[in-house]
């Protein structure tokens, strides 16, 4: 048990290391490497909905025959479609972007902006605590190596998370310590929401494919609509696509080599 909580905690870790990044800070944040790091999360995020979750929650399923992948296909979609509405309902405001989204409220703008990574950091939480959670099920297609290589893999891709939320919070006038906690508490979200999956999947241990392939779907949701749009802003992909490609292959490297 001990090492399923260290490993619920690692992407939280992450976070803060990234966060972290503000107090030493002097300048505004470098636009080519905000695209650098936002690519490099979303390639981080993709790989790891492919290895650590969909290929398992398609491996468990065997038993369907030719309909192994209704599982992952169906848990997928809900996962697309459960930050689809939380996308609506929670409100949040991405970086370089006036218009808040999600309901109204009269929430500032570091709190929105901040609420907006702890929106990306949900599925995160969610795909950490269900692959934990398959690890304590004893099931075949998940090794504690593979559970650690997730939980390091999204650390990574935590990292410059935690960095674009606290600096650009910096840049636009808050203060050091404001964007460093606003940092922190937009990834504190991540291991709450792994533990209270864990919970969950340790009650209905028969639907663990079904929440491997919703945590992917969630994941891959923020990758498109929000992580990807954010990086290719003003026209210039590339830095953007550098980033994605270096995350996706560590991520893969990490995966199968651990997995």
């Not at 989204?101 to 969610?126: C, D, F, Q, W, Y």
């Not at 690890?135 to 891709?157: H, P």
Request: aromatic share 8%; charged share 10%.
């Amino acid at each position: 048990m001990n090492q399923v909580m260290l490993g619920i905690m690692i992407p939280f870790l992450g976070t803060a290391a990234g966060a972290s990044c503000v107090l030493f800070m002097k300048n505004s944040m470098n636009a080519l490497l905000e695209k650098v790091l936002l690519g490099f999360a979303s390639g981080v995020m993709v790989a790891a909905s492919i290895w650590s979750l969909l290929i398992p929650a398609i491996d468990m399923s065997e038993g369907y025959g030719k309909f192994a992948f209704v599982p992952a296909a169906v848990g997928f979609m809900i996962g697309i479609l459960f930050l689809y509405g939380l996308d609506k309902v929670i409100p949040h405001l991405h970086l370089g972007v006036e218009k808040p989204e999600g309901m109204k409220s009269g929430l500032g703008r570091s709190a929105m902006l901040a609420l907006a990574v702890t929106l990306h950091n949900i599925p995160e939480g969610m795909a950490v605590g269900v692959v934990f959670a398959g690890l304590l099920s004893d099931s075949q297609e998940i090794t504690i190596a593979g559970a650690f290589a997730l939980a390091i893999g999204i650390a990574i891709q935590n990292f410059p998370e935690g960095a674009i939320i606290s600096m650009p919070m910096k840049s636009s006038g808050a203060g050091k310590k404001k964007a460093f906690t606003y940092g922190i508490l937009s990834g504190i979200v991540e291991p709450i929401g792994a533990f209270l999956t864990i919970l969950v999947t340790g009650a209905i241990e028969k639907a663990l494919p079904f929440l491997l392939a919703f945590a992917a779907g969630a994941m891959m949701f923020v990758v498109v609509e929000e992580l990807i749009p954010e990086a290719s802003r003003e026209g210039d992909s590339d830095g953007a696509t550098l980033g994605f490609a270096a995350g996706f292959l560590i991520m893969m490297i990490l995966d199968v080599a651990l997995g």
